[in-house]
């Protein structure tokens, strides 16, 4: 790595990056009520594929496809005493032959996300004091190479040619700017990766699916991995307003958008 | 998924997303059932707390139904499970919080817990500590709420005090509802 010297090139805008997954995780205050809810259906308009309550985890959770010209993913809905979790994420049962296992488009798939976690904002959700935006998003390369070449552009030092193995996580804090809320500070972490994805296919008899007896490796795909945390930081005891909550989460988005957009920066 | 062709043999697709690694390490260890070695201070991301360490927290909370528990007096209970907090910080308070907030353990334990977690000295636990005694003066159990009064005593941070507020107007008590006035007062002064 040599960090004079190194120019970063920051790539068009967030277009180029696709979403693995997308996830707000709200963190109740400790005075609010988590009782029978049916937010699912109020937000969907439909009830889940699935409800499960987890004995050991305590966590109520509830699933459901969604596919619509924006977005084609599993939302899932986790309820836990201590933090409330919505996340879309790519269904890897179904991985493509081709391609990255995602549910579209960051852009377009976070216009859908954004649109449906606000309106549950302003609604329906709890007394919050903790907020959080999450984003897995993948970029496809060719290769190795191409996946550090890529990285390279988004971060303040460059990747030496032979270099390997390179994993990079970093928390920049800062205060949102435009917020009536004092002294709002935000943690913003970014992990920069790359992946690589191999699919396989495994045959065995009919009779017995579980003993392998061939397998293919059908097709191997690189991909640079950038994972985002943008969250309030956990010191503020404030309830947020359903107002101010919903103003918060779109500035925690924005963030992670101009991280997607410009890189590690301060 | 199925090969196209004349195959009849079922055929499962296994998708696998690894780092390009050249490392040693064994692709199984990467995902034991290990209390997690990575600085998760600010990340949000959720991390389920080892089975293991469920498995040890639960049976410390059975072994306590057997304490005699005097006010002020650390008993093996409380000691355990300070070092525990201070070992395993936020998988240990999850594991807890479970047990505490769905009423699965003893209400004379719960409250002795939440007793200490309010005095313990351990700063990367801090909110997460104080965010379960303020949520625990909503549990059924007056004898919890009790012992949720008194480490939030212990913590003396005035920003419980809407909390607590919030609490007094819930509370059925009227010996606890008193305690809780005191302690505002407390904080207020």
Redesign the interface.
Not at chain 2, 7 to 12: A, L, V, W
Not at chain 2, 42 to 46: K, L
Not at chain 2, 130 to 135: I, K, Q, T
């Given at each position: 790595m040599s960090e004079s010297e190194h120019e970063p090139v920051y790539p068009e805008t967030t277009i180029i990056w696709e979403a693995e997954s997308l996830r707000l995780t709200a963190f109740p205050s400790p005075s609010a009520e988590l009782g029978a809810q049916d937010w699912w259906k109020q937000l969907i308009g439909d009830e889940p594929d699935s409800k499960i309550m987890e004995p050991k985890t305590g966590v109520q959770r509830e699933e459901g496809r969604i596919k619509n010209d924006r977005v084609d993913g599993q939302l899932i809905l986790a309820i836990q005493p201590n933090r409330i979790d919505w996340q879309l994420g790519s269904i890897l049962e179904e991985l493509p032959l081709r391609g990255l296992p995602t549910i579209g488009s960051f852009s377009e798939a976070l216009d859908f996300f954004l649109e449906k976690m606000l309106a549950w904002l302003k609604s329906t959700a709890p007394a919050v004091n903790r907020l959080a935006f999450g984003a897995v998003l993948l970029q496809p390369t060719s290769d190795l190479k191409d996946s550090y070449s890529h990285i390279s552009s988004y971060l303040p030092f460059g990747l030496d040619e032979g270099s390997s193995d390179f994993s990079y996580q970093i928390n920049r804090p800062r205060k949102l700017s435009s917020s009536d809320i004092p002294d709002l500070s935000v943690n913003r972490l970014s992990k920069w990766s790359a992946i690589k994805l191999s699919t396989g296919i495994f045959t065995g008899p009919p009779d017995n699916p579980n003993q392998i007896t061939e397998y293919f490796n059908n097709s191997t795909r690189f991909a640079v991995r950038l994972e985002l945390d943008i969250n309030t930081a956990p010191n503020s005891s404030e309830e947020l307003s359903a107002l101010e909550l919903s103003d918060v989460f779109h500035q925690l988005v924005e963030l992670g958008k101009e991280i997607a957009d410009k890189g590690d920066i301060k | 998924?199925r090969?196209s062709g004349s195959?009849?043999?079922?055929?499962?697709?296994?998708?696998?997303?690894?780092?390009?690694?050249?490392?040693t390490r064994p692709i199984k260890a990467v995902n034991n059932d290990k209390i997690s070695d990575v600085p998760r201070e600010?990340?949000?991301?959720?991390h389920?707390?080892p089975?293991a360490l469920?498995s040890i927290i639960e049976a410390i909370f059975w072994a306590g139904r057997e304490e005699c528990f005097e006010d002020g007096l650390q008993s093996t209970f409380s000691k355990t499970l300070e070092s525990l907090v201070k070992e395993c910080g936020k998988d240990a308070l999850?594991v807890i919080?479970?047990l505490i907030?769905?009423e699965r353990v003893e209400p004379e334990v719960a409250s002795e817990a939440l007793r200490w977690l309010g005095r313990i000295e351990h700063l990367e636990s801090y909110?997460?500590r104080?965010?379960?005694?303020?949520?625990s003066?909503?549990s059924f159990s007056s004898r919890v709420r009790d012992g949720a009064l008194l480490g939030l005593s212990s913590m003396d941070d005035k920003?419980?005090i809407?909390?607590l507020k919030?609490?007094i107007s819930r509370e059925t008590n009227s010996e606890l509802e008193a305690d809780m006035k005191s302690l505002v007062e407390q904080l207020e002064s």
């Open positions: - | 998924m090969i195959s009849t043999q079922p055929t499962n697709m296994i998708p696998t997303v690894r780092l390009v690694s050249s490392g600010a990340s949000t991301e959720f389920k707390s089975d469920y999850e919080t479970i907030v769905y909110e997460y104080r965010w379960l005694l303020e949520r003066l909503s920003r419980s809407k909390h919030v609490a």
